[in-house]
Nanobody, 115 residues
């Protein structure tokens, strides 16, 4: 049974940093394609960053240079380091993996960027 549990969200001032974690079970983050998505109020869920088994990563243009996706294979945990946060980064952030043809999602963690 696949389970993804996010943590690390919270309230941060503009320019601040947060690190999100996604503890995985039932899969191996070193093998499965993993991703972070976010959904702001009134908007569609969007891809933020992704990493594949070989280690290649890709990022949404809006977060390039500010966010970094990584994984700890020993802890079977996915991370999203978010720096230079902006108010427009405010959203619920979700961990995701795909075991074709099914998408698996965590419960989400709220990130609020506000002064």
């Amino acid at each position: 049974q696949v389970q993804l549990v996010e943590s690390g969200g919270g309230l941060v001032q503009p320019g601040g940093s947060l690190r999100l974690s996604c503890a995985a079970s039932g899969i191996m983050v070193s093998i499965n394609p993993m991703a972070w998505y976010r959904q702001a109020p009134g908007k569609q869920r969007e891809l933020v960053a992704a990493i594949v088994s070989g280690g290649s990563t890709n990022y949404a243009d809006a977060v390039k240079g500010r966010f970094t996706i990584s994984r700890d294979n020993a802890k079977n945990t996915l991370y999203l380091q978010m720096n230079s946060l902006k108010p427009e980064d405010t959203a619920v952030y979700y961990c995701n993996t795909i075991i074709w043809p099914k998408n698996y999602w965590g419960q989400g963690t709220q990130v609020t960027v506000s002064s």
